[in-house]
């Protein structure tokens, strides 16, 4: 815990208590995406694989429309292969499906070379485990301070450095400040795309703030000091344990 205690004198000089809570139990996520991260091939190997699945759909679809191939399919089993046309259809499918792949922005460069830089293949849509990093740190920034950091802020790059670490993480790097490498992650939790995390985050936020509140409410002479809804017995709250 002294851990993320360390990321929240970060975003702010004085964390409450509710804020660490906020980064241990999103940590769990954080690290769930690095590891998704790391399984992803780089862009050359992503398209030298589609290119080999295009290879493979074509053949396939060569061997089944070959008479003396379906021949001995029909013969090793009991009946014709009668789904040969929807087969047909699905591998047609596929191999285009392959072909805009190959093409994609996200792989290849508008004159149909491979995308530059060493950057992991990412589909469309796809979040980047950095980027969800920077989410969290960004929007509890902002609900602390009042306003997100800028792209460029060093301290919230120091916040977003210490807590992908924190997490169990590890990013490779560049330029002389390893900390230039958060401005784009920033940037990215800054757009449409990163929405939904971003509202799920705030959302955390909130709850987490409101039941730290009635934690701290004095007792009431007379009547139960730990009702059954703020009693810690009960459980943690749902939006503390949630993960993405």
């Not at 293949?121 to 990093?133: I, K, R």
Request: proline share 8%.
């Amino acid at each position: 815990r002294s851990d993320y205690e360390a990321v929240a004198r970060l975003i702010v000089a004085a964390p409450p208590t509710w804020l660490v809570d906020i980064l241990v139990a999103w940590s769990p996520s954080v690290w769930l995406q690095g590891r998704v991260l790391d399984l992803q091939p780089s862009r050359a190997k992503m398209r030298a694989y589609l290119r080999w699945f295009d290879r493979t759909v074509s053949a396939l679809r060569k061997a089944l429309g070959e008479p003396p191939v379906r021949g001995f399919l029909d013969a090793a089993a009991d009946e014709k292969i009668e789904y040969h046309g929807a087969i047909d259809a699905y591998l047609r499918d596929l191999g285009a499906r392959a072909t805009r792949a190959l093409a994609s922005p996200e792989l290849a460069t508008a004159a149909g070379k491979t995308k530059a830089g060493k950057g992991v293949a990412l589909p469309p849509g796809a979040l980047h485990a950095a980027s969800f990093c920077a989410v969290i740190v960004v929007e509890t920034w902002k609900y602390v301070r009042g306003a997100y950091p800028g792209p460029r802020n060093a301290k919230a790059a120091a916040a977003a450095e210490a807590y992908w670490t924190a997490c169990g993480n590890t990013r490779n790097s560049w330029g002389a400040n390893p900390l230039n490498a958060w401005r784009r992650r920033f940037e990215e939790a800054m757009s449409p795309s990163y929405d939904s995390p971003r509202g799920e985050i705030v959302r955390t936020i909130l709850e987490a703030e409101r039941i730290a509140g009635l934690m701290a409410l004095p007792a009431t002479p007379g009547a139960d000091s730990n009702p059954p809804s703020q009693r810690l017995d009960s459980g943690p709250p749902e939006t503390l344990t949630r993960q993405s």
